[in-house]
Nanobody, 123 residues
Framework: QVQLVESGGGLVQPGGSLRLSCAVS????????IGWFRQTPGKEREGVSC????????WYADSVKGRFTISRDYAKRTVYLEMKNLKPEDTAVYYC????????????????WGKGTLVTVSS
């Protein structure tokens, strides 16, 4: 099993930047694909980004392409989401999770969700 803990959320002005972290704790040395999702009250959860087990392949939602960058540090067992040029529409609770599809097709859903970290983009 795997435990995920998000951190790094907060209040930022439009155009600002944040880096979210997802600490991954596992019983074994197995690695997982890690996806970032976000959700606002009353709206559907949407996939934001994903990185494969090897880190060789990544995926981004069209709405964040060119602004967000996902990466992972295997030694620290941490996955990052660097967010630049943030917009009010990026305001949401951000969750990291382990996608069921290891090729990072997030439409298949995910397991082992973290508790989320709130990102608020407002002036």
């Amino acid at each position: 099993q795997v435990q995920l803990v998000e951190s790094g959320g907060g209040l930022v002005q439009p155009g600002g930047s944040l880096r979210l972290s997802c600490a991954v704790s596992t019983v074994t040395l197995d690695y997982y694909a890690i996806g970032w999702f976000r959700q606002t009250p009353g709206k559907e959860r949407e996939g934001v980004s994903c990185i494969t087990t090897s880190g060789r392949s990544t995926w981004y939602a069209d709405s964040v392409k060119g602004r967000f960058t996902i990466s992972r540090d295997y030694a620290k067992r941490t996955v990052y989401l660097e967010m630049k040029n943030l917009k009010p529409e990026d305001t949401a609770v951000y969750y990291c999770a382990t996608p069921r599809n290891l090729d990072c097709d997030v439409s298949y859903g995910a397991d082992s969700w973290g508790k989320g970290t709130l990102v608020t983009v407002s002036s």
